[in-house]
């Protein structure tokens, strides 16, 4: 990023190359524009400045079928569409990293409880045992520190305490 604001053009295109990953070929495209008169509601919002398009293209190597995922989002920051670009990749990178762990080590997803609030409240109480597990700097995995603790009060203490 240059010093300052970065420049305010129209619209700012940032492609992606063709990457192959997961038995999959992938390209992403954002956009980002600035011109946003035309948005109703746009004073509602004060300090938007920037709406943005991501657009994934995934072609299954397997059957060489693909499919298209769009996804808009609206911003008050000053960015180019390849800043942009890096910001939701990160963020979608953390997301499904979370997700991946609580279904890996937790089992979330074959979890039965769809009763009143407590898909909810089991959701909230594993992300704190993650955070727990994960903040005990112990050299392990998380399924590892999970085990132990369920064996040894001590360790247990120790991941709930910080001790």
């Given at each position: 990023?240059?010093?300052?604001?970065?420049?305010?053009?129209?619209?700012d295109?940032?492609?992606?190359g063709?990457e192959k990953?997961?038995?999959r070929l992938?390209?992403?495209?954002?956009?980002a524009?600035?011109?946003?008169?035309f948005?109703?509601?746009?004073?509602?919002?004060?300090?938007?400045?920037?709406i943005?398009?991501?657009?994934?293209?995934r072609?299954a190597?397997?059957?060489?079928?693909?499919t298209?995922?769009?996804?808009c989002?609206i911003s008050?920051?000053?960015?180019t569409a390849?800043?942009?670009?890096?910001?939701?990749?990160?963020?979608?990178?953390?997301?499904?990293?979370?997700?991946w762990?609580?279904?890996?080590?937790?089992?979330?997803?074959g979890c039965?409880?769809r009763?009143?609030?407590?898909?909810?409240n089991?959701?909230v109480?594993?992300?704190?045992?993650?955070?727990?597990?994960?903040a005990?700097?112990?050299?392990?995995?998380v399924?590892?520190?999970?085990?132990?603790?369920?064996?040894?009060p001590?360790f247990?203490?120790?991941?709930?305490f910080n001790?």
């Amino acid at each position: 990023m240059t010093e300052g604001r970065v420049p305010r053009f129209p619209e700012d295109i940032w492609e992606g190359g063709l990457e192959k990953d997961r038995g999959r070929l992938e390209r992403r495209r954002v956009r980002a524009a600035c011109e946003i008169g035309f948005l109703s509601g746009r004073k509602k919002r004060k300090g938007l400045k920037t709406i943005i398009e991501y657009r994934g293209e995934r072609t299954a190597l397997s059957d060489g079928k693909t499919t298209t995922n769009t996804r808009c989002y609206i911003s008050n920051r000053d960015c180019t569409a390849e800043e942009f670009a890096r910001i939701i990749l990160g963020h979608w990178s953390m997301e499904n990293n979370l997700h991946w762990t609580l279904d890996v080590s937790f089992g979330e997803d074959g979890c039965r409880a769809r009763k009143d609030s407590s898909p909810k409240n089991l959701a909230v109480l594993r992300k704190i045992s993650l955070g727990l597990l994960r903040a005990a700097d112990t050299g392990m995995s998380v399924r590892r520190k999970m085990r132990l603790a369920c064996i040894n009060p001590d360790f247990l203490g120790k991941i709930i305490f910080n001790r």
